[in-house]
């Protein structure tokens, strides 16, 4: 007798799992640990200020006052950059039923909303970009990055360079503790309170090798078999930073940060706008127009020129 197997039958049901896994990151370190600003203008200012350097004061018995020398504070700058995604799905695609989404639309503009906060993260710290006015034709308006926004002559150490405080960018190099501690002690000396060292993936390896110096090591003494190669935490003697790894940083950037000196600024807060139907079809837009503000550039220190 012939047997009729599976392989001879019509009609089987699919096996689809009604899960799709998505592992794209989609942590924004920077953004979740700044403050938060609204613009009423994509152009938008804000002053920072600094004392004058500690001198000898000591003046004689009856002295006449003479007028001091005064500052203006100094203005700082900014533009907010417009982002969107444009989702266009038909609508026999929103009817159909379909295997770990209820409705494609929803599903695209979910994905839509992850991707712009990483493009927004990439504008951030991401990208080394100049404040750009643009124009409403050919050329967009950007916002000023992070590697834009510090004292260049003071807080940025570029490696490999001759004078590496505030020098030329010289031939790239690696991350190292002493550039760690040079630009640590440039922000605690003028005032600078950092507490955060945000580097990319790979220099966290470097960082976790601090550890290693002569005279340091790690006991472990609790019977536990986990073996730690982690610093979450480096005590320097300008300060304790905590240590947070940014996929989407500028590969060549490491940052000592004061997260409260910083602030996502939002003209336009992301919104879901619904387009003009031209068709069988629905086409929603995702847009936000945000800004960059550093609120003192002396307040943080960058590592550049890092391989």
């Known amino acids: ?14 096996d689809v799992s009604d899960v799709i896994s998505n592992i794209a990151p989609t942590k924004t370190p920077f953004q979740t640990m700044i403050g938060s600003d609204t613009a009423k203008n994509r152009f938008f200012q804000w002053m920072e200020d600094s004392l004058r350097a500690v001198q000898v004061n000591a003046k004689v ?6 007028d001091a020398t005064l500052t203006a504070p100094q203005l700082r700058t900014n ?8 989702i266009k799905v038909s609508a026999t695609e929103d009817a159909v039923d379909q295997y770990g989404r209820a409705k494609e639309t929803a599903y695209q503009l979910a994905k839509a909303g992850e991707e712009l906060k990483r493009d927004l993260e990439n504008a951030f710290v991401g990208l080394v970009q100049v404040a750009t006015a643009g124009d409403s034709s050919t050329t967009a308006r950007l916002t000023a990055s992070a590697g834009s926004q510090v004292t260049v002559a003071t807080n940025r150490f570029y490696t490999g360079a001759g004078t590496p405080m505030g020098g030329s960018t010289g031939t790239a190099g690696p991350l190292t503790e002493a550039a760690v501690l040079a630009v640590g002690q ?24 601090f550890t290693g110096a002569a005279g340091r090591n790690r006991t472990i003494n609790d019977g536990s078999k986990t073996v730690t190669n982690a610093v979450n935490l480096y005590v320097s003697p300008f300060g304790e930073y905590k240590v947070v790894l940014n996929r989407f940083q500028a590969v060549k950037h490491a940052w000592l940060l004061d997260p409260t000196m910083w602030a996502k600024v939002s003209l336009r ?10 068709g069988d079809n ?16 002396a307040a943080d220190g960058l590592i550049d020129n890092l391989t």
């Open 1 to 14: 007798m012939t047997i009729f197997t599976t392989y001879d039958t019509i009609g089987i049901k699919e």
């Open 61 to 66: 018995e009856g002295f006449t006052a003479a």
């Open 79 to 86: 533009y907010t950059q417009i982002m969107e995604k444009t």
């Open 186 to 209: 440039a922000a605690y000396n003028l005032g600078g309170d950092p507490d955060t060292l945000m580097v990319k993936p790979a220099d966290s390896l470097v960082v976790a090798g």
């Open 269 to 278: 807060k992301w919104t879901r706008e619904p387009l003009a139907k031209d």
């Open 282 to 297: 629905t086409k929603n837009m995702l847009v936000g127009e945000y800004g960059l503000k550093h609120k003192n550039f």
